[in-house]
């Protein structure tokens, strides 16, 4: 595709399109440029350099987020449709997980669902400084259970299954040695030692919003 042909919302969507694929250790100019059939260097005249280009990318898949009208007597629905929305986003693109260790990320895209997210607990009834750290607490709880996937998807690409099945072999009998770890890996519905269980996140979530609750409601007299 020839430089003049080349639009910057075509670069960041295939961008997009590499870092599902390879992660943010796959994604370079030259790589990019084979997908939009075109030279690298077509690609700075649209993007300043790789980190540029994660900035954008990330952004771009912030907009995938459906944002929930608030609703002040009903806030937990949206808070919980938003925590959700932002794990499941997170797992469709595990390099954007690992970007925030590496990048500073801010856009639009990203803006509008923060500040979504803190009209809904201001319009709860908390203040500014606790709709803040809600915010944070729900997002990062969001943020961290992903990491799991994120990790996974980074180690399957840099390990042959081999080398999984055998780490998996020897982390379960490690934990074998322990008693109740040894207890779960020993029934039927047992999967391995790094599964999760189902439905972890929304139980996680649901005992984070009950918290946020009572911290709303005050202390029971």
Known sequence: MPRDTLTRDQIVR???ELLDDEGLDGLNMRDLGKRLGS???AVYWHVTNKDNL???AADHVWRELTLPE?????WRTPAAAMATDLYRMFIRHPWLVQAFATHLLYGEGKSRYDDQSLALYEAAGFTPDQADQAAAAVFTYALGNAAGAAATASITRKLTDKQIQDAMANAQEIAMGFPRLRARLQTPAATDYAASPGQTFEFGLHALLDGLERQLIGPTP
């Open 39 to 41: 030279a690298a260097t």
């Open 70 to 74: 608030v609703d002040p007597a009903d």
């Open 54 to 56: 994660v900035l954008l």
């Open 14 to 16: 295939t961008a997009v």
